[in-house]
């Protein structure tokens, strides 16, 4: 069993910067790959960016590469999405997950675990 706790939300300026985090634990968590989704109000849930624990490699959406950077502390099992020159459209629910193919894959259907949600609004 993995559980995921995202904070780091809330509200910025167009152009602003947020950075989320996402606490991961359970006995094998540092066998997943850990993604970020985001979710809109009317919309589907879509990938933003993943990693690996091992090397670190990362998968970004085309909306935010050159904007947003993923990283992971392994020793605090933990992963951070840092979201630069943002914009309204990056308004939405952001959701940490884990997937365990340890895969850093945009597809939602290979998470299994979801975190709650934090929510992010960019006013223009």
């Known amino acids: 069993q993995v559980q995921l706790v995202e904070s780091g939300g809330g509200l910025a300026q167009a152009g602003g910067s947020l950075r989320l985090s996402c606490a991961a634990s359970?006995?094998?968590?540092?066998?997943?790959?850990m993604g970020w989704f985001r979710q809109a109000p009317g919309k589907e849930r879509e990938f933003v960016a993943a990693?690996?624990?091992?090397?670190?490699?990362?998968n970004y959406a085309d909306s935010v590469k050159g904007r947003f950077t993923v990283s992971r502390d392994n020793a605090e099992n933990t992963v951070y999405l840092t979201m630069n020159s943002l914009k309204p459209e990056d308004t939405a629910v952001y959701y940490c997950?884990?997937?365990?193919?340890?895969?850093?894959?945009?597809?939602?259907?290979?998470?299994?675990?979801w975190g709650q949600g934090t929510q992010v609004t960019v006013s223009s």
């Open positions: 359970g006995r094998t968590v540092n066998r997943y790959a």
């Open positions: 997950a884990a997937a365990p193919r340890g895969t850093p894959t945009p597809l939602k259907s290979e998470y299994a675990y």
């Open positions: 990693i690996t624990w091992t090397f670190g490699t990362a």
